[in-house]
Structures are given as C-alpha cells and as structure tokens.
C-alpha cells in the first residue's frame, strides 16, 4: 500500500512515521523549501506523551525539553501579578509533561523516519484525480505519484482541503484575533525570565516570553483585531501593535528579526462536516483547528494521525477506514472547538475586571491552568491514547 502525505507539520510527520512502521510505501510532499524554524512552546502529556514513547521518540525530546518553573503575568513595572508553578501541572500527569519548541518536536519526528521514507521539499501538488481504484497526485513538477491514499496534513491554509472541497472561507471561522511566534538574541532578557513563562498583563494584546538555549528568547504575541487580513509585512504589523507595552517588550521588539523569520498568521478554527472523500483525507489543522486558543494543536494532529495510521492497518479497506477515523476523531475535536469559543474572550481579555478575574484563575490551584494560559496542551485533559486504535469516546 502507499501514500502520499501533504505537510511536514507534526501530523504529516507523524502519519508518515506510523504508516512506514506498519508497512506503506510513504511518499511526503512539502510546498515550503526546507523545515520551518519558527513556532511555539508546546506540552505533550498524558496520552500523547505515551504516544511519543510508543514511536521511541521520547529519548531525544526528553533532551531538548524545557524546564519551566512557572507561568507568571508581568504588570509593566515587572512585577509579578499572578503565577502558576509547574509543579502542579507536573503532578496532574503523573510527571509526564514535555516543554518544548514546535520545531523541535518537528525535527524529532523527521528524525525518527526511516530511509524508506521519500521526504521531498519544495514541492506541491497541482491536481488531484481520485476514483475507487487508487488516487493520482500531479506535482508542481509535471510529474505524477499513484497511490491508494492521499493525506492532506498540509496546515490550516490547506492546499489539499481548497482542491476537494472548495475556497477556505465556507469552512473557516476567524476567532477575533492574529498571533505571532519569533526568536531573538538578548542574554539580558534571558537572565531576567529564569525559566518562566512570562506574560505582559495587559488588555486587547499580550506578549509572552520564555528562555531558550544559548540566551536566546522565544517570543509570543496575540492581540485583538476584527480584521482577519494578513499584514503585509508581520514585522512592521507587530511594531505597530505591541510597541505600547512595558518591561521587556520594547527589547524584544528591538531585535525582532525580518518578516521571513517570523511565524504570523490569524486565529481561525476550521469546522469541516467530511474529512474524507474517495481515498483523499485530512488530518490535523487541515480538517479541525482548533485554534492556538485551545493550545492542542499539537498533540491533537499526532493523536489524530495515530489513529489514522491504525485505523488503515485494521481495517479491511481504505474506505472503511477513513469511515471510522472519521466516527472516532470527530467528536473530540468538536468538543474542542465548542470549548474554546465559548472562552476565547479570556485568552486575551478586553475588560479590566475579565484580566482580574483570569489573574485569579492562574493563581488558583487548578492543575491545566498554566498550560491553557500560555498556549500549550491542557495538562490532564481527556485526549484519547493515541496508539490505541479501539479509541474511547470521552
């Protein structure tokens, strides 16, 4: 059997590692010229950190995990206004929580693929033609690729999802804000974070930061806006909105690195009723964003492949799989999707009093609440083991 997988993002990788494992010829297709090296910290716990020991990637992110200590919001005379030590969010998953940048997780998993793996950069598809005996990819190349399955894992902008089922605006739905990732050299704020996630608390926008390796920073920004358009130049929007902000906004925004270098996009969630038709399929951000909001992208796109990948190997055809990948997944990200909208307005409140409430909320001892505020996987949420393919509903 083989397969052809759009994206190099967590769950193409992850797809693509699962499915060589379990025997397919894997063919891996990547518009962009080379790895992506922006992106965000995330947490992988629970049942996906499981996941990640049953792939044998755990050893190599355990070396480059991160150790934060705590979740803190910084008022602009730096001073602390409420923080959450990771020490709770450590005990609620029985130890079990990797801290880790989003390319790090990436290259973790373009690592684990074997030599039978054809990983091709640069490259794209131009067509789609499908019918019930396999499916044919032609390439930005002129050439063609036959296969039995075809996987769009190529991101919330998906190039794959616009060629089945139409333009991305019948099935996205802008949550209100745009977001930014990006990485500067300043050893000075580096001594001042001491291994915390640090947050500006402030209204209508927000920047977090946190240390890296080799006094580096990794910088984080989201703020308001009710126009979904993409700025022409992601440098010259994020001088324009956060240059108000205090403590070490200014020096961030001082060394912030050209456009190219910096990840920008808005907050969009994708709600598509079919992932599959014929033997195309989606995975990941492509079929069910759920927003940074809900800060799951992650470890939902590698479960989700997961389940893919053992879902084609039981069943007796790519149809009933796709059919039951689809019965298992659809409910979890629906869920999801139904508990971020209903508190998107906290993640970066609009009110003085809604700010004094989520200082409230970081203080109190609950367990994910770190987690959600910084955008990462909600430590101790119902994620279901991503390698077991008889999947619980939660």
């Known amino acids: 059997m083989k397969a052809v997988v759009c994206g190099t993002g967590i769950a193409g990788l992850a797809l693509a590692q699962r499915l060589d494992t379990l025997g397919w010829e894997v063919v891996v297709l990547e518009k962009a010229p080379g790895p992506r090296t922006q992106g965000y910290m995330i947490d992988l716990s629970g049942p996906v950190h499981d996941a990640a020991g049953a792939m044998g990637l755990l050893p190599r992110l355990q070396q480059l995990t991160y150790p934060v200590r705590e979740a803190v919001s910084i008022d602009h005379n730096g001073q602390t206004r409420a923080r959450l030590t990771y020490a709770q969010s450590g005990r609620a998953t029985g130890g079990q929580l990797l801290s880790l940048l989003r390319p790090d997780l990436e290259q973790t998993l373009r690592e684990s693929l074997s030599h039978r793996v054809d990983l091709r950069f640069a490259t794209s598809l131009v067509r789609i033609d499908d019918d019930v005996t396999g499916v044919r990819a032609t390439l930005t190349d002129r050439s063609t690729l036959d296969a039995d399955l075809l996987v769009g894992a190529d991101g919330l902008h998906s190039t794959v999802r616009s060629m089945v089922y139409g333009e991305e605006a019948r099935y996205l739905r802008y949550l209100g804000f745009h977001t930014a990732a990006f990485v500067f050299d300043a050893p000075d704020v580096h001594a001042r974070l001491q291994n915390r996630f640090c947050l500006t608390d402030t209204l209508g926008r927000q920047m977090g930061f946190y240390g890296l390796r080799n006094g580096k920073v990794a910088a984080f920004a989201v703020h308001r806006t009710p126009d979904p358009s993409l700025p022409d130049d992601a440098r010259t929007a994020l001088l324009r909105e956060y240059s108000g902000l205090d403590w070490v906004t200014p020096r961030a925004l001082e060394r912030c690195p050209s456009a190219d270098h910096i990840y920008y996009d808005q907050v969009a969630q994708i709600e598509l009723p079919q992932w599959s038709r014929g033997r195309v399929t989606l995975v990941g951000d492509a079929c069910h964003s759920v927003s940074l909001l809900a800060g799951?992208?992650?470890?939902?796109?590698?479960?989700?492949?997961?389940?893919?990948?053992?879902?084609?190997?039981?069943?007796?055809?790519?149809?009933?799989?796709?059919?039951?990948?689809?019965?298992?997944?659809?409910p979890v990200v629906t869920d999801r999707h139904r508990t971020v909208r209903e508190t998107a307005r906290w993640f970066v409140p609009d009110a003085a009093w809604q700010l004094h409430v989520r200082s409230a909320a970081l203080t109190a001892p609950a367990p994910s609440g770190a987690n959600r505020y910084r955008g990462a996987a909600p430590a101790g949420e119902s994620v279901p083991a991503a390698t077991d393919p008889g999947i619980r509903k939660p």
Do not use: F, K, T
């Open 296 to 330: 799951q992208g992650a470890p939902l796109g590698m479960a989700g492949a997961c389940i893919l990948a053992d879902q084609l190997h039981r069943s007796d055809s790519v149809e009933v799989a796709l059919r039951r990948y689809e019965r298992i997944w659809q």
